[in-house]
């Protein structure tokens, strides 16, 4: 497969709250021959707290940011930031209405040309790079981890917006997670909302459904839950002892995807970047390691005896052909005999049920 | 030509805003025209007198009459100057009503339009020829396609009055989703025992012959003279041997079959009879679950039958009909609900449809009438119902309302309750639509005596925790978030126009809406009748509605085939096209493009030749539009006519 | 007129003034070059007269338009009976005088062609079709003589030739930067008043052009049997479905032959008023000859195509003292878009007549 | 037949009997206001109009021509609306070619209930035929007016 | 041997099943070929393809229906034989197709052109090619053109040099001149502008003389006897000689023939005043293609015949 290069906005968080994002995102894009091409001077996409009182104004920076990657020549872009992709994106249609695009371009005082796509660095992974090849680059399996996607409210929604996968039941993470080897559970909760935007007006509401995701998750048996938006991430991970505080009693150490991809591939554990969790991620891993052992045992077992099986069928194949020889020159006779042989003991398999 | 002209004030309707004098003045001058004048109402008797005098005082040979829309009383005005003894064709109407004198207030304008009208119209009628409707014989025999209560009531109906009905059903029983209920409401009586003998009545009519596990294959013809072949589909056993005795089906070892009756409650055998009180009450395999089929061997059914009807080698069989009306009946399915992810999208066992909870409550279906969670057989405590899930909804393209969810969804929670005494239902609904005898006062009693919990919401999602499922939704009255915990949730899954449904319309020569649901003629006046002369629409294929609904139309669709097929012989429209051989190339365009069928390729002298079948043609013109030399021309409305009118108007 | 001989003189520089004035009193008709064509347009000032490339049309449109209104016609109220019509009939108004400047030759003789079609001679002077002669006789022919001959032409096998001045009323021959004007007519004399007679040494050049025009002409066909041959071949369905196989049967030969006069007659009428209209009609035409029962004596292009040859050189000359009715120009054959020649026709006629 | 000088402008419509024609009566019996400019003509089925109608009328002097039809799946002829579609459609990549607006045909689908639509149609295409004032006329003499001075 | 004697052996194969062979011979002058009907081998004597092939023989097929006939093809005839059988207007079997590489046919009005102050073509003596070049014989000389200058505007477009659906192909297929139509043409006259097209047309119009050769050199023009040109019932036109009634016609056969135009160009070519009518045609046939990708003479069902419930790629208004 070719190389894929692309622009890149990092967003505010990767600079701050979500260094191992940013870190582990290159590291993987890095492995897996994504070249980033970051855009130059990038600004705030234009998310909160812009959109929120003034559209144009919103879309204005981010036109800022499109202008930026044309002046370098880049045209797709791609984001680890959710809310950052749809900001980015809303903007890209609204400047489709000539009245709204001069309104940004009064701000911006330049005219804007808007023919990019921006999407996901999640997207470009199940898209573009696609699981087999993310399963064929795997050199540390997580096999015996179960683990959570929570996809948060952004990642598939708006559904008109953000065209990836099934807006209620988004499975892309899933099979990503599957790829690097580890057991995905079943989670009923993984476009439920974190509380991240009442995180600043109200400190009542976010822990609660925090809270809530935290404790389904552990009560489906994940060792931990991951994640792809820096603001869940931050929710979820940072916010535990809140959470404790109010009755809920789980600790589950909230990785990106990227730091998964990192340790899956064997990256450097300064790519991987676990060590800016709040919560500590060893205890999960030590767990994986004793079910994986136990598992890899399991297999082994089945194996032999599988091989077991194998051995005697070959052995009673070989009397039967010795049986059939003897009974004489006639081959007609031997077929006769074999088929024969067959058809009983599938006679006597239809018995049994 | 002789034309003259009447200009109508309709009171001040028309001559309100246009000068009618000065309309019929102009009129005057009009070529042919020898007679106009104005008069108060054309329609009424004193003015269709005068129209009828001036006929006779000036020897008229054609008549304009400028009032409202020919579709209000062209057919009033053409009796009229028949009884003057003009041909009914001879005539032709400007509309400056509709089309003028409402529409706008200015006067000058209003007038000037009229005039042209008018002008238009005398155009038209100067290239007008007399035309005269020609007879053929009636087959008197009616085709119901669809056995459920409508096509039930309907083939009833009509055999009761002597027709002979021939009945094609698609499933291997008839009953349709009415057979599936176990109650109705708003009375609470058993479905299967008011429906049942119908069914029986069905089986049992002399006049009455039915095709189950039959498919409509092809519809030639025209009204009074439908050819029709109907498609029996194999069922591998025979049924004029085949007693129903239900050895077969006891002893199928192939015992996972997806039971469609039941809505995959329950599994099934490969070899079945539906329901015991199934017409015809005959076995038929599955072919996709039998193990002679996928596997090979097994022929259990074969041995054990009594009367040796099992027939492997059975194949599919056309039957030819000939009918003279046709009334479709083909009711409705459910709508795919697992689009909706958030409801888990069919992973959750416990979440039930409607229909599947129809079959747990009844007696003589899978689970014997208990109420039992599929994931662990337990009885539930806690019983949600969810409303409009398919319904109402514009983001899956199914923005209407399905009009019986919220009564069957009210029956269902009195049912929960006399099945289980201890259980809460909960219901979350967008409004309640209950415009029915009786309708309303079930719901409120659902709710005030039966203590069911009606939340106004939609639900916005439901996972599962600890066993149980979270019913997540919004309280539109109490302005807040609410969850339930629920042990089974029901979803009051909407109604969609049924499978196929377009391509039974098509091989019908009838409209569909953008939803597939069948167009009748007019909805306010012909509702059981089709644009298509001679099909005739009952129950759900038209639009979802309830059962008093779909019965009533069943047996109207029948009073009005009866009305048709009591007749002898039937006029045909001449306002149809015909062939200047001529002038006919035989480049059989016009034979490509007919959606009717109606042209037909005949040797002249060793040349081609396109001919019309006049009882077939229905009059659209496509033909005439397609014929690059004008050889095929719809009376009425040939090229030269409409070529007068855009030249009336257009010659400067 | 004194000078009855004398020959006239006029430049090309001073012909564009010329045609100029003379557009002031009549419509002037030249040709033109348009597009790949060259056709006769109405001459105003300013315009370039195309007198080297022949036109791809004959001229005959300015004498027999290509749609001719014989009158409008009008159905009335009576103001005193409305219910009766009245019928009013206005004729079409008078054609002003014209000239044609720049004909050929062989578009001059086809107007002798439809003479006696018109005038009355072929029919011992009963029928005068007064809307045929009322433009002829206001129409002034200035032929320009061919300087040389083209693949296509052939008019010295029927009786004319490069600088024939068979009727035309004035012959132009081009020489020294100018045209010798030879006066056939009262009406030519008029038209070339103004102009200065010509030199000897102007005379000599045209005398030599003429020649040289003359001998660029193949030797001429004799095709004096035609008339009999085409009679004896009336019915060889095979001769005919021979040489009509790549016909087209389009009308292009007729409407753009010189010679060619026939015509159909149509009312145009939008119910309340209308004219009565004359048009160019041409026998290769299907309808041509269907009759209102739907018969057609003519079904085939080959009946259709005999008529047309057999009109020309053998039905027409034995009515009319011998005269064919073809030009010669060649120009049926010239812009037939599938290369009928009707020379190869009479002279295939000819010999296959000789062989039967 | 001359329009009102300076008020009117020549617009011819082709309507279906069964949908548009409908949906006009509809508009009436609303009492929708709309322009005074269109005259209709009334035809069984859009697959009956012959687009050479739309261009006698373009040809002959109109300044604006629209087709109105049951919208497609509802014709009462099952299938006429489908030939129209495609043969109108078509039709307007004839229109610029011979020098004739593009914008001065139109068509589209008006069910027989659908009043207020049509009453939407006619005025916003009745506008856009004023917006683009009277249609030049092709000329019926002989010879034009020579091109250039 | 030679692409002529390779036809010929082809023809002389087909001339014991077929009532002719439609192919080319000599023509009145030396620039112009004329169809020619082989009955019999003495008839191939005069036969020649090539450079000045310029007529399309399918033209004559509908009216020989009924026997079997040969027909000698370029790659644009092909495509008019295609359509017919595609329109059931001649009968496939019944057409023994030989067809050949065509690189281009000659354009007399070009040649016009550049011959244009020297002589007019029809003096042109005698025409000898040379390799890309032809040698013509003038009263002023030998002049030399490149073929290229002189050859037809299609086979500049040419995507079909070779008969696709021949039942015999002589000589090596050749490369087409373009792969796609871009219809390059028909946009630059549009923008020409309304006003300057519409006075155009007039202009070109008021030179037809109604003879209707365009008509019956367009081998898709079904109608033959019955054109409505002339008719009174349906009665579009009137028999004057009015530009308009002149255009109209020109707007009924190009509507006649949209999504059946296989551009072959007969129409323009046939028109002895040279008034450029294929425009209008080939006008309807990028909108044609454009909207269902149909290029006539391929052998599909006609766009205009059929339909689709949903149709992709018209996007009708909205009115909103």
């Known amino acids: 497969m070719s190389s894929i290069n692309v622009g890149y906005f990092p967003g505010c968080s990767g600079l701050g709250t979500s260094m191992e994002y940013e870190r582990s995102t290159r590291a993987v894009c890095r492995e897996l021959g994504i070249g980033l091409r970051e855009i130059p001077d990038w600004n705030c996409c234009g998310s909160t707290p812009a959109h929120s009182t003034d559209s144009a104004l919103s879309a204005a920076l981010a036109s800022r940011v499109f202008a930026q990657g044309e002046n370098a020549g880049i045209g797709d872009v791609i984001t680890p930031c959710p809310s950052c992709l749809k900001n980015l994106r809303v903007a890209l249609e609204h400047m489709e209405d000539p009245l709204f695009s001069a309104r940004v371009e009064a701000l911006t005082e330049r005219p804007l040309k ?24 795997v050199r540390r399996s997580l096999k015996g981890l179960k683990v959570v996607p929570y996809y948060g409210c952004l990642m598939t929604r708006p559904e008109k917006v953000m065209r990836f996968d099934d807006p209620e039941n988004p499975v892309a993470l899933d099979r990503l997670l599957e790829a690097l080897g580890a057991e995905v559970l079943p989670f009923p909760l993984k476009t439920d909302c974190c509380g991240g935007s009442f995180s600043i007006p109200s400190r009542k509401v976010t822990p609660r459904l925090a809270g809530r995701i935290l404790d389904m998750a552990g009560e489906v048996g994940a060792d931990l839950v991951v994640v792809a938006c820096p603001l869940c991430q931050m929710n979820l991970d940072l916010r535990q002892g809140q959470i404790r505080a109010g009755g809920i009693d789980r ?14 591939f064997a990256l450097p554990e300064a790519d991987a970047a676990f060590n800016k969790l709040v919560e500590d991620i060893e205890p999960a891993f030590a767990c994986m390691q004793r079910r994986a052992a136990d598992i890899e045992a399991e297999e082994r077992k089945a194996a032999a005896a599988e091989a077991e099986k194998a051995r005697l069928a070959a052995e009673r194949a070989a009397k039967a052909a010795e049986k059939a020889k003897d009974a004489g020159p006639d081959g007609a006779g031997a077929k006769s005999a074999g088929a024969k042989k067959t058809k009983g003991k599938a006679d006597a398999g239809g018995g049994d049920v | 030509m002789k034309i003259g002209v009447f200009i109508c004030h309709c009171g001040s309707n028309i001559a309100g805003t246009v000068d009618c004098a000065a309309v019929a003045e102009r009129a005057s001058t009009y070529p042919d025209v020898v007679y106009a004048t104005d008069i108060m109402y054309a329609c009424a008797e004193p003015g269709q007198d005068a129209i009828i005098a001036a006929i006779k005082k000036h020897g008229l040979t054609g008549v304009v009459v400028a009032s409202c829309t020919p579709r209000m009383h062209e057919p009033t005005f053409r009796k009229a100057v028949e009884r003057a003894g003009v041909n009914r064709y001879m005539f032709e109407m400007a509309n400056i009503r509709e089309h003028v004198s409402w529409i706008g207030k200015d006067i000058e304008a209003n007038t000037n339009k009229a005039a042209e009208l008018v002008r238009m119209a005398a155009a038209k009628l100067r290239l007008d020829r007399e035309l005269k409707p020609k007879s053929f014989p009636v087959t008197k025999r009616l085709l119901v396609i669809g056995g459920g209560v409508a096509g039930i009531q309907a083939a009833l109906d009509a055999a009761d009055a002597g027709l002979e009905v021939v009945m094609v059903e698609k499933q291997p029983t008839i009953g349709g989703k009415m057979a599936k209920l176990d109650k109705t409401f708003p009375t609470v009586d058993c479905s299967s025992c008011i429906l049942g003998p119908r069914m029986v009545d069905v089986a049992q009519h002399p006049n009455i012959t039915l095709y189950a596990y039959a498919e409509l294959e092809e519809v030639s013809g025209y009204v009074g003279n439908f050819d029709v072949k109907i498609r029996k589909k ?5 049924w004029d041997k085949c007693t129903g005795c239900g050895l077969c089906t006891e002893k199928c070892p192939s015992k996972k079959s997806y039971d469609r009756f039941n809505e995959g409650v329950g599994p099934t055998t490969a070899i079945i009879i539906p329901f015991p009180q199934a017409i015809p009450k005959k076995a038929s395999i599955e072919r996709e679950y039998c193990r002679q089929f996928n596997k090979g061997k ?41 689009v909706y992810s958030e409801y888990g999208g069919g992973r959750y066992p416990d979440v039930v449809t409607s229909l599947q909870y129809e079959r747990m409550l009844s007696a003589s279906g899978p689970t014997g009438g208990h109420v039992k969670r599929p994931s662990d057989g337990t009885e539930p405590v806690n019983v949600v119902f969810v409303q409009c899930v398919g319904s109402r909804d514009p983001s899956i393209g199914r923005p209407y309302c399905s009009g019986f969810c919220c009564m069957y969804t009210a029956k269902q929670a009195i049912l929960t309750k006399d099945h289980i005494p201890g259980s809460q239902s909960y219901v979350f609904y967008m409004d309640i639509r209950s415009p029915g005898k009786g309708y309303d006062e079930f719901t409120r009693r659902v709710q005030e005596e039966y203590g069911a919990r009606y939340v106004r919401g939609r639900v916005s999602m439901i996972y599962p925790k600890g066993g149980k499922l979270m019913v997540r ?11 339930v915990e629920a042990d089974l949730v029901v979803l009051a899954v909407g109604a969609e126009a049924s499978a196929n449904s377009s391509a039974l319309a098509e091989k019908l020569r009838i409209s569909y809406d953008g939803y597939g649901f069948f167009m009748e003629g007019h909805p306010k006046l012909k509702p059981v009748e089709t644009n298509t002369a001679g099909v005739f629409l009952a129950g759900s294929c038209q639009g979802l509605k309830d059962i008093p609904s779909s019965v009533a139309q069943g047996s109207a669709a029948a009073a009005k085939a009866l009305g048709l097929l009591s007749r002898d012989m039937l006029d045909s429209d001449p306002q149809i096209a015909s062939v200047s051989v001529n002038r006919c190339v035989g480049c059989r365009k016009c034979i490509e493009v007919c959606p009717f069928k109606a042209i037909q390729e005949v040797d002249m002298r060793g040349q081609p030749k396109a001919e019309v079948i006049e009882t077939v043609c229905q009059g659209c013109g496509l033909c005439n539009a397609t014929c690059p030399q004008g050889a095929i021309q719809l009376s009425h409305f040939t090229d030269n006519q409409i070529l007068a009118e855009v030249e009336a108007l257009c010659r400067f | 007129m004194s000078a009855e001989n004398v020959k006239k003189f006029i430049s090309f520089d001073a012909l564009p003034g010329f045609l100029a004035r003379a557009a002031e009193k009549n419509a002037v008709y030249v040709p033109r070059r348009e597009g790949n064509a060259v056709v006769y347009r109405s001459f105003k000032a300013g315009d370039e007269a195309e007198l080297g490339v022949r036109p791809t049309e004959s001229c005959k449109h300015v004498v027999f338009p290509r749609g001719e209104e014989l009158f409008s016609f009008a159905r009335e109220a009576d103001k005193e009976e409305p219910g009766k019509r009245r019928l009013v009939l206005t004729e079409a108004s008078e054609p002003g005088a014209a000239v044609v400047f720049g004909a050929l030759s062989c578009d001059a003789r086809g107007f002798l062609a439809f003479d006696p079609v018109y005038n009355g001679s072929g029919t011992g002077g ?21 300087k040389n001959a083209l693949n296509t032409c052939f008019c010295n096998w029927v009786g004319g030739g490069p600088a024939s001045p068979q009727g035309a009323d004035v012959l132009a021959v081009e020489a020294e930067q100018g045209l010798v004007l030879d006066i056939l007519s009262g009406e030519g004399t008029a038209f070339t008043e103004s102009l200065p007679a010509a030199s000897e040494a102007q005379l000599a050049a045209a005398a030599a052009a003429v020649k040289a025009a003359e001998d660029s002409l193949p030797k001429a066909a004799d095709v004096s049997a035609a008339p009999a041959s085409l009679a004896a071949l009336f019915s060889s369905a095979e001769f005919w479905n021979k040489e009509s196989a790549h016909c087209l049967y389009c009308g292009a030969c007729t409407y753009l032959c010189p010679t060619c006069y026939c015509f159909n007659i149509t009312d145009e009428s939008d119910g309340l008023t209308g004219v009565r209209l004359r048009s160019w009609d041409n026998c290769m035409s299907p309808l041509f000859t269907l009759e209102a029962s739907g018969h057609n004596p003519r079904p085939n292009k080959a009946d259709r195509l005999k008529n047309r040859v057999g009109h020309k050189f053998s039905y027409y000359p034995s009515l009319h003292s011998g005269r064919f009715s073809c030009c010669g120009c060649g120009r049926c054959i010239k812009s037939c878009p599938s290369s009928v020649d009707i020379r190869k026709i009479v002279l295939d006629a000819v010999k296959e007549a000789a062989n039967v | 037949m001359s329009v009102l000088e300076g008020k009117e402008l020549r617009i011819v419509g082709f309507l279906c009997n069964w949908c548009s024609y409908g949906g006009a009566d509809t508009a009436g019996v609303g009492r929708f206001t709309q322009p005074t400019d269109l005259r209709i003509v009334r035809v069984p089925c859009s697959g009956r109009i012959n687009p050479l109608f739309v261009m006698k009328a373009l040809i002959g002097g109109a300044d604006g021509v629209l087709v109105s039809g049951c919208h497609p799946r509802d014709c009462h002829y099952a299938e006429g609306n489908y030939y129209a579609r495609r043969r109108l459609e078509v039709l307007k990549g004839l229109l610029p070619v011979l020098g004739i607006d593009p914008r001065r045909f139109e068509y589209t689908w008006v069910s027989a209930s659908e009043g207020q639509r049509w009453q939407h149609v006619v005025s916003s295409f009745t506008a856009q035929i004023h917006a683009l004032g009277p249609a030049a006329r092709f000329t019926e003499a002989p010879e034009p007016a020579r091109l250039g001075a | 041997m030679s692409i002529q004697d390779e036809l010929k052996s082809a023809i002389t194969a087909a001339l014991p099943d077929v009532s002719c062979v439609v192919g080319w011979g000599a023509g009145p002058e030396p620039l112009r070929a004329a169809p020619l009907f082989i009955r019999g081998e003495a008839d191939l004597e005069g036969f020649s393809a090539g450079f000045l092939s310029v007529n399309n023989p399918a033209l004559y097929l509908p009216s020989l229906k009924g026997s079997k006939v040969g027909v000698v093809v370029k790659g644009c005839d092909a495509r008019s034989v295609g359509q017919l059988a595609a329109e059931t207007l001649i009968k496939r079997e019944e057409v023994h197709v030989i067809g050949y590489p065509c690189r281009g046919v000659i354009d007399v009005d070009k040649v016009a052109a550049k011959l244009a102050g020297a002589c007019e073509t029809g003096e042109v003596a005698a025409l000898r090619e040379d390799g890309d070049d032809v040698l013509l014989n003038t009263p002023k000389g030998e002049v030399r053109l490149a073929k290229k200058d002189i050859t037809a505007d299609k086979c500049g477009r040419c995507a079909f040099p070779n008969a696709g659906n021949a039942d015999v192909f002589v000589g090596e297929r050749c490369a087409p001149v373009v792969t796609e139509d871009g219809y390059a043409d028909i946009a630059d006259f549009e923008a020409r502008g309304l006003d300057e097209l519409k006075a155009f047309w007039e202009q070109e119009m008021s030179r037809c003389i109604r003879c209707y050769a365009c008509r019956n050199a367009c081998p898709l023009c079904v109608c033959r006897d019955q054109c409505v040109a002339m008719s009174r019932e349906p009665h579009w036109l009137s028999q004057g000689d009015g530009v308009r009634d002149k255009l109209f016609f020109q707007i009924i056969h190009a509507v006649h023939l949209s999504g059946r135009c296989t551009g072959c160009g007969e129409c323009e070519r046939a028109c002895p005043l040279g008034i450029p009518v294929l425009k209008l045609k080939r006008a309807l046939s990028r909108r044609v293609e454009k909207l269902f990708g149909y290029k006539a003479g391929g052998g599909d069902t006609p766009p205009l015949l059929t339909f689709l419930v949903e149709e992709p790629t018209i996007k009708e208004r909205d009115w909103k």
Not at chain 1, 114 to 137: A, K, P
Not at chain 2, 234 to 238: H, L, N, P, S
């Open chain 1, 251 to 264: 600790v589950l150490p909230v990785p990106y995807f990227t730091q998964l991809m990192a340790r899956a």
């Open chain 2, 473 to 483: 939704g919004a309280d539109t009255l109490m302005g807040t978030q609410v969850e």
């Open chain 2, 298 to 338: 097994c022929g259990v059914c074969a041995k054990v039958c009594p009367t040796g009807a099992v027939n492997y080698e059975m194949q599919d069989e056309t039957v030819e009909v000939k009918v003279g009306g046709i009334v479709a009946a083909t009711g409705y399915d459910l709508v795919d609900w697992k």
């Open chain 1, 114 to 137: 808007m023919q990019h796509s921006i999407r996901s660095v999640l997207q470009v992974m199940v898209e573009d790079v696609g699981t087999e090849r993310i399963r064929g680059r």
């Open chain 3, 126 to 146: 009963t029928a005068k079709d007064s809307y045929y002669l009322r433009r002829r006789n206001r129409t002034l022919i200035v032929v320009k003589a061919c």
């Open chain 2, 234 to 238: 194999a069922t591998y056993v025979d």
